[in-house]
């Protein structure tokens, strides 16, 4: 024996229609999209930035690719999420100097250092990058720091349009489903 149950329209107990029909099987789902990975952003430090010897200092991105609600603040250079979750979160830097030495990228979480990659640079030119995953309340905030032990100030390239691919770059998103 088999049943059959015939609806237009599946609502919730207070009326709102969550999964609808048109007769023909096309379904419009009201729910929220389990997909949404926002808030997100994208920030870009749009002109160099010198950062001295054996100083942990804070990047100065910005500029911004996009800000899907507004969490990313470019007169402080720091993503507060408002909605509490966990982030994924990546920024990469290029230093340009012709000498040997050390280079180190944070992502500092409410004004500490939370995560950090460091580098040996031997080259004219090279760009460090990390990644992270931070779980997040709503009134915590991200910042990206640099330090570097060259002996003098070395410069962190920015870019006036963000299109170059020498931009030093933070992104980040919520993760849904974790």
């Known amino acids: 024996m088999s049943s059959i149950l ?8 207070g009326g709102n229609s969550i999964l609808s029909s048109n007769g023909s099987g096309t379904f419009t789902s009201n729910l929220p999209s389990a997909g949404d990975n926002t808030p997100s952003f994208g920030a870009y430090l749009n002109a160099n930035q010198s950062i001295s010897h054996n100083t942990t200092t804070k990047i100065n991105f910005n500029s911004e690719y996009w800000d ?3 969490k990313f ?20 830097l290029r230093y340009d100097n012709g000498a040997t030495y050390n280079v180190t990228l944070y992502i500092y979480k409410n004004g500490s250092e939370y995560i950090k990659v460091r580098f040996n640079q031997n080259a004219s030119v ?10 997040l309340d709503s009134d915590d905030y991200v910042e990206i720091y640099g330090r570097q032990n060259q002996g003098g100030s ?25």
């Open 6 to 13: 015939r609806v237009d329209d599946l609502q919730d107990s």
């Open 68 to 70: 899907t609600d507004g």
């Open 73 to 92: 603040d470019t007169s402080n250079n720091r993503f507060t999420p408002t909605i509490a979750g966990k982030y994924f979160f990546n920024s990469s």
């Open 126 to 135: 090279e760009t460090i990058q990390i990644t992270g995953i931070l779980e």
């Open 154 to 178: 070395v410069t962190v390239n920015g870019d006036t349009n963000g299109t170059s691919g020498v931009t030093a770059r933070f992104f980040g998103f919520k993760l849904n489903g974790v």
